[in-house]
């Protein structure tokens, strides 16, 4: 961890709670916040003595998605702008984005997610990987990306969680969904009042935690290995390099990998999203 803690961890009665901590940046993530949120996820799975983990966030909104202003772009020193952009931005999303995406939702043991506020883009790359999703009555989920020219986040689960029609209407109008629709299309467990988020989390792993480990680690399995065997894994690695095409076209336009930062993520990043 840095002296500047973006993401917190705390085991409670077998439970390893996940804290997104960036408020100011309505835990908008740069490299930083990513090393140390992929840092704690190996730490709860190697725990012993956690049992379930969940992944929560601080602040107003769960996620603002990537930090794609200019400072936070300036932890990624990896890719050389002048010589293969492209190719260095493939080898860094594919270990930042799709890769530590891809090994948490792997952690054999039952994660919870619990989403309150704005979820945005990259912000549903933090959710998806977990097994469930339990979401305030105030959260919305929107994945706005193809308004910057790209098809989408580099997480592509969006036809398997909203079911293959929905899938485009969203990502085709960059329109928000709300709690309630997200639980009607399944993409999240349970909706319940902001002020019991919390409570009704921790119950939840409370009682997952009270059954068999390596019961609930080959229940998790069973469940992958099907969508995986149904073609997940590979179609995720598929779109993944649709969206690196996404961003070799944006370079060779305008120098840049993306056509616009939207206002929308500007908005949330900045004032919480009343506006
Ligand atoms: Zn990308």
């Known amino acids: 961890m840095t002296s500047e803690d973006k993401v917190l961890f705390e085991v409670r009665d077998n439970i390893g709670i996940i804290t997104l901590n960036r408020v100011k940046q309505r835990n908008a ?46 932890q990624v020193t990896c890719i050389d702008w002048d010589k293969e952009p492209v190719a260095d931005l493939y080898a860094y999303e594919a270990e930042h984005f799709l890769g530590y995406c891809t090994k948490w939702r ?41 308004a910057m020219g790209i098809g989408g986040v580099e997480y592509h689960a969006h036809t398997w969680e909203f079911g293959a029609r929905k899938a485009k209407e969203i990502l085709f109008t960059s329109s928000f969904i709300d709690a309630p629709t997200a639980e009607q299309l399944g993409m999240v467990n349970k ?6 988020l919390d409570a009704e989390v921790m119950a939840m792993a409370e009682a997952i935690a009270q059954k068999p480990a390596f019961g609930l680690a080959m229940a998790k399995r069973a469940v992958n290995r ?16 649709m969206h690196q095409l996404g961003h ?28």
């Open 29 to 74: 993530q740069d490299l930083d916040l990513l090393k140390q949120l992929d840092a704690t996820w190996t730490r709860a799975a190697e725990d012993k003595q956690v049992k379930v983990i969940v992944l929560k966030a601080n602040g107003p909104h769960f996620s603002a998605g990537h930090d794609i202003t200019d400072q936070a772009m300036d």
């Open 106 to 146: 792997n952690v054999p043991k039952p994660t919870i997610a619990a989403v309150h506020g704005a979820c945005i883009a990259a912000g549903l790359m933090l959710i998806w990987p977990c097994d469930l999703i339990i979401a305030a009555d105030n959260a919305r989920f929107s994945d706005p990306v193809v």
């Open 191 to 196: 909706v319940v009042p902001l002020d019991d």
């Open 226 to 241: 099907t969508q995986d065997i149904q073609g997940y894994q590979n179609s995720l690695e598929a779109v993944f390099d």
């Open 248 to 275: 070799g076209n944006c370079i060779a336009a305008t120098g840049k990998p993306i056509f616009a930062y939207l206002d929308e993520m500007k908005k949330v990043t900045k004032d919480g999203g009343k506006s």
